[in-house]
């Protein structure tokens, strides 16, 4: 199937080179020949002025992937839950070092010491409380989660909290707020940054309206072992898990719309005319709060952590970035970030799942180019 390319700048009106943008394209163009993934997704942008939409390969059997396909970001989707809780704390109406248990008095079994700056970070002591593959409902999600012995005493130790961490801190939001996550997000970042392609859930009713937008992932080829299997896989294409309200890793949309959300943090919490965020929360939430502590869900790997946000070090993301730039991965295939040096915002989201050492590989290929470029800039302007 054919590619789709919008320009919506000339490159060259900020500082990029054509060529270098081209060669992303053809890195993510030979992942497709090599099997790795059927189709993918890839947005650029400048001090953000959107450069570049780019989709090859098929979103589904026999279904082109366009810049308009709505894929999946899964853990990509947890710096959205973040900043709902850095809004609340604009608004004054919580503190990340107030204990969960101001929020959700059951929230116990060793865990009683654990902030919502613990969660944030994961350090909060209970990765292991439920995993993405859980069917329960909400409430007896929470439930579970709030009865699970701590792991470590809250704070002393790290470990990537894939699932569980996420469900708490949407939790808090919807006790304080009253809204649930899902509406919270809708209202709060994806009506006004124009998101109209972003979901968290999508209920059965839309998604036969949707249906042909969708991406489906698969396992893509790899000679090592996949980190996802195909029940996975099966679950995750469902019409269930299209309609669950998972704040983990549940957010859906094109490349487009998650990069708007990085757009809105590089202005520092301004879109257009409006204030959506403090710059200084912004700053707050990106800035280095975790580092040099080995992480026991990642194998001991020491990588810094701002508040929901990954910072320099992410093996999805090409070196050749800044130490300020800040993202998320999601579910080897995916990776959005940003880098405040330079302006760049990108986001590469592919339907094939590898294993995690050839995803880095794959993901670096697809934003490296465009690193460099942006780097190159900043060289010859200093």
Not at 175 to 197: K, S, T, W, Y
Not at 256 to 285: H, I, N, S
Not at 370 to 382: D, E, G, I, N
């Amino acid at each position: 199937m054919s590619d789709t390319i919008r320009w919506h700048a000339d490159p060259e009106e900020v500082s990029l080179e054509r060529a270098r943008l081209e060669e992303s394209q053809e890195a993510l163009r030979c992942g497709m020949a090599e099997g790795r993934h059927a189709g993918a997704q890839l947005y650029v942008s400048r001090f953000g002025r959107p450069v570049l939409e780019f989709a090859c390969g098929e979103a589904a059997p026999g279904r082109a992937m366009t810049p308009d396909t709505i894929a999946p970001w899964f853990s990509a989707s947890k710096p959205l839950t973040a900043m709902a809780i850095a809004l609340l704390l604009d608004r004054g109406r919580l503190d990340l070092d107030d204990p969960v248990t101001r929020y959700l008095p059951e929230f116990g079994a060793g865990k009683e010491a654990c902030t919502l700056r613990h969660v944030l970070t994961h350090q909060g002591g209970f990765p292991g409380a439920i995993s993405h593959a859980d069917r329960r409902g909400w409430d007896e999600t929470i439930a579970a989660i709030c009865a699970y012995p701590a792991e470590y005493p809250p704070g002393t130790r790290a470990g990537y909290h894939p699932t569980a961490g996420w469900y708490v801190l949407a939790e808090v939001l919807r006790r304080v707020d009253g809204r649930f996550i899902d509406r919270f997000l809708a209202e709060e970042f994806f009506a006004p940054l124009e998101m109209r392609d972003s979901h968290l859930g999508i209920p059965p009713g839309r998604q036969e309206a949707l249906a042909p937008r969708l991406a489906r992932v698969h396992l893509g080829r790899t000679e090592r072992e996949h980190f996802a299997g195909p029940a996975f896989v099966e679950q995750f294409n469902g019409s269930e898990e299209l309609a669950r309200i998972n704040p983990s890793g549940g957010g859906r949309g094109p490349a487009r719309d998650l990069g708007r959300f990085y757009e809105l943090l590089l202005a520092k919490g301004r879109w257009r005319e409006r204030q959506l965020l403090d710059p200084r929360t912004v700053q707050l939430f990106t800035a280095c709060h975790r580092w040099e502590l080995p992480d026991k869900t990642l194998a001991g790997a020491p990588l810094p952590w701002g508040l929901g946000f990954c910072l320099y070090g992410n093996a999805d993301v090409h070196p050749a970035v800044s130490r300020r730039v800040f993202g998320h991965s999601g579910m080897v295939s995916t990776v959005a970030f940003a880098d405040p040096e330079s302006g760049l915002a990108c986001v590469v989201l592919t339907t094939g799942l590898l294993d995690p050492l050839t995803n880095a590989r794959r993901l670096r290929e697809a934003n490296g180019p465009v690193v460099k470029a942006c780097r190159a800039v900043l060289r010859t302007v200093s």
